[in-house]
């Protein structure tokens, strides 16, 4: 199979506008990477069909299940839909804000044990609370059509801003389901997902003590420690950096020595189309090769957003080459070796100056996958599985 970071990209940009007073964004078209691309090959396969059944498993161990409150919540068909107790879809209405202004869209666990609940076509989130239910509300788009604000965990003004929560996404459709974890806004409840069908697939389980360890080892680097809430969540930097609790110059010193450095070394970086190679030609880094495509030197808010001069367009040229870049920067690889994508991740997150937060969240795991910035599935290091023939989907909630 291919690196996923070698397709085609069909997100990035979206996945910064879900902030509290921004209109809630149907979810996967921000974050699941690669589920609305389809199977790897580009080919369209029908084997998955109907609903499938997805399990939720409270370990927490903290919180009954009377205290844990579900929600899928995405899109179909371009309209924004939310899931049911019964598993069917109902669209996002205005009348369903209650007399708080909110929705209430929880789906309630089991008293006991196991619960199973099912899963229609659609894009998504599935977002877990605990202790309070979220408050979701129903407002109209810029065309007048209902649309469904998201948390924003990052946001103090945002009312789930104290409630202890967190989500995965996925794409289930006829090609199949493409799901992952996620901590690319931010990490709080730990979460793993068992995916069966073709194949036996387990991704995000945070090892025991991980989420601890993660917390202490962002509180303990200076710069970092501003994004730890407490005992809530980890806010990722680019949100941080957003809300002044990080520095916007963070990431300059390293950007400026790559940008020497390349002035007068050439820098290759390979994809599906081949081998690109750059050099610094005024404030560009233009590369020739399959196509000619070349970046502006990027800001602090462009590496951890992965966005701006680092945006990737679904081209399967400047986006991939874009996506490369990315997750060198936000791993600290691109200055010391100049064969991009690097993929042994002995050498990631080397120095003082790298991306301490995603550092944090991929030890957090004990698998070392993790989604901690939107280019991590360069070199399949996030925590995204797939299969074109599903028979089910266990999201299990794990101790904090």
């Known amino acids: 199979m291919s690196p996923r970071h070698q397709r085609n990209l069909t997100r990035r940009k979206v996945l910064f506008g879900l902030g509290g007073a921004a209109v809630g964004i149907?979810?996967?078209?921000?974050?699941?990477?690669?589920?609305?691309?389809?199977?790897?090959?580009?080919?369209?396969?029908?084997?998955?069909?109907?609903?499938?059944?997805?399990?939720?498993?409270?370990?927490?161990?903290?919180?009954?299940?009377?205290?844990?409150?579900?929600?899928?919540?995405?899109?179909?068909?371009?309209?924004?839909?939310?899931?049911?107790?019964?598993?069917?879809?109902?669209?996002?209405?205005?009348?369903?804000?209650?007399?708080?202004?909110?929705?209430?869209?929880a789906l309630s666990l089991a008293s006991g044990g196991e619960t199973r609940l099912s899963l229609p076509y659609m894009s998504g989130r599935i977002y877990v609370a605990l202790g309070e239910k979220l408050k979701f509300k129903a407002v109209a788009d810029g065309n007048g059509n209902a649309a469904l604000q998201y948390p924003a965990g990052w946001v103090t003004s945002d009312p789930n801003y104290k409630v202890l929560h967190d989500c995965a996404e996925f794409t289930y459709n006829a090609s199949?389901?493409?799901?992952?974890?996620?901590?690319?806004?931010?990490?709080?409840?730990?979460?793993?997902?068992?995916?069966?069908?073709?194949?036996?697939?387990?991704?995000?389980?945070?090892?025991?003590?991980?989420?601890?360890?993660?917390?202490?080892?962002?509180?303990?680097?200076?710069?970092?420690?501003?994004?730890?809430?407490?005992?809530?969540?980890?806010?990722?930097?680019?949100?941080?950096?957003?809300?002044?609790?990080?520095?916007?110059?963070?990431?300059?010193?390293?950007?400026?020595?790559?940008?020497?450095?390349?002035?007068g070394k050439d820098l290759k970086v390979t994809t599906n189309a081949g081998t690109f190679t750059g050099r610094v030609r005024g404030e560009q880094l233009t590369f020739g090769g399959p196509a000619s495509v070349s970046f502006a030197k990027p800001s602090t808010r462009d590496v951890l957003f992965c966005d701006g001069a680092l945006a990737a367009p679904n081209d399967g040229t400047t986006g991939p080459v874009a996506a490369v870049l990315g997750a060198a920067f936000n791993r600290s690889t691109l200055v010391g070796t100049a064969a991009q994508p690097t993929t042994s991740a002995a050498d990631f997150y080397?120095?003082?100056?790298?991306?301490?937060?995603?550092?944090?969240?991929?030890?957090?795991t004990e698998d070392g996958k993790a989604y901690g910035f939107a280019f991590d599935d360069v070199a399949d290091f996030a925590s995204y599985i797939q299969d074109t023939a599903p028979t089910g989907i266990r999201l299990t909630l794990t101790g904090l």
């Not at 974050?31 to 059944?53: I, Q």
Request: with cysteine.
């Open 26 to 105: 149907p979810a996967i078209a921000a974050v699941a990477p690669y589920a609305l691309a389809g199977p790897a090959d580009g080919k369209a396969k029908t084997t998955a069909g109907g609903a499938l059944p997805l399990t939720i498993v409270n370990n927490t161990g903290e919180y009954a299940n009377a205290n844990v409150h579900v929600y899928i919540v995405g899109n179909q068909d371009g309209k924004q839909v939310r899931v049911t107790p019964d598993g069917t879809l109902a669209p996002i209405s205005l009348s369903d804000n209650g007399a708080d202004g909110f929705t209430d869209y």
């Open 350 to 364: 080397r120095g003082d100056l790298t991306n301490h937060y995603a550092k944090a969240v991929h030890a957090a």
């Open 176 to 263: 199949g389901m493409f799901c992952n974890t996620t901590m690319v806004d931010m990490f709080s409840v730990p979460m793993s997902i068992r995916l069966t069908g073709d194949k036996d697939q387990t991704t995000g389980t945070v090892r025991s003590g991980g989420r601890a360890a993660a917390f202490a080892a962002v509180k303990q680097v200076e710069e970092f420690s501003k994004l730890v809430v407490d005992d809530t969540r980890i806010i990722a930097p680019g949100h941080g950096l957003d809300a002044g609790l990080f520095a916007k110059d963070y990431f300059a010193p390293y950007i400026d020595q790559a940008w020497s450095l390349y002035t």
